[in-house]
């Protein structure tokens, strides 16, 4: 039990150090680290949903079009060109494989396709809000990062400390309701201070943006314990010692990043 706390510590912090390293130095750095994030998900996501064998090619062709749209926003200030391109390059990509694919493939075919709404596409927007606020001044993503940081944190003790209630158990037994609000009113503190230290929203948007992406990193861990479940496994991979695969780490994020892209877009 010790050793494997230890284990977790050292994981976790080397963890924290890489992405907030990425978020400070430049976008690329970030674009390169999701692209090895996005890539090791899909694979995962392809043990989860016990598709057939995915062709290597489709993971390269779909990252490299990932990338590709992202580096093009750098000669655009309209988020939605790049999105639109990354949408076009998707559709070409779909027809090629349509094309291509024989009858036994299309299992993974469709796979493949939930790969792209549940992994690629909210990494996509959450590079997009990096790209075009990384010189406001406000690391909103990174800001997203440290919020999932501490409603996982404190949900965690919360839950070891008083937690009684169970939330959705044949989902993930050990998760209560005291843990989801502990962690959401943790979530809420920090969003407090964020406010005092950033001050580019009003408390109000601050303390809301906390709650969402709260709630939103609880749905994501959710969702993907469900995965899980019906994949018959505890942990979608082992990329991280003591905290399991890829999915595992970015599960919330995945709900986060639209949550914030959205969110940004009406409060702007």
Avoid: C
């Amino acid at each position: 039990m010790k050793k494997n706390i230890i284990i977790r510590t050292i994981t976790g912090i080397v963890y924290v150090s890489i992405v907030v390293s990425a978020l400070l130095v430049h976008p690329l750095f970030f674009i390169i680290l999701t692209s090895v994030f996005a890539l090791t998900g899909m694979i995962e996501m392809q043990k989860l949903l016990k598709s057939g064998p995915i062709p290597q090619y489709w993971y390269a062709i779909v990252i490299i079009a990932f990338a590709g749209s992202l580096i093009s926003a750098y000669n655009t200030s309209d988020a939605g060109f790049s999105i639109a391109l990354l949408v076009l390059m998707l559709v070409i990509i779909q027809s090629g494989v349509l094309f291509f694919s024989k009858e036994n493939d299309l299992k993974a075919f469709f796979n493949l396709n939930f790969s792209l709404i549940y992994i690629i596409i909210p990494i996509y927007l959450l590079n997009q809000v990096h790209l075009k606020t990384f010189a406001d001044g406000v690391p909103y993503v990174l800001i997203t990062f440290v919020l999932i940081w501490v409603n996982d944190t404190f949900a965690y003790l919360t839950g070891i400390l008083i937690g009684k209630h169970k939330m959705i158990e044949r989902i993930s037994p050990a998760k209560t309701w005291e843990g989801f609000f502990g962690g959401m009113i943790f979530s809420l503190i920090a969003a407090y201070f964020l406010h005092r230290y950033y001050g580019s929203m009003d408390l109000k948007n601050w303390l809301l943006l906390g709650a969402l992406i709260s709630l939103s990193a609880v749905i994501g861990d959710l969702f993907e314990s469900m995965l899980k479940r019906y994949a018959g496994v505890k942990d979608s991979g082992n990329v991280f010692p003591g905290h399991g695969g890829m999915l595992d780490r970015i599960d919330s994020l995945l709900m986060a990043g639209p949550v914030l892209f959205v969110y940004l877009i009406f409060i702007k």
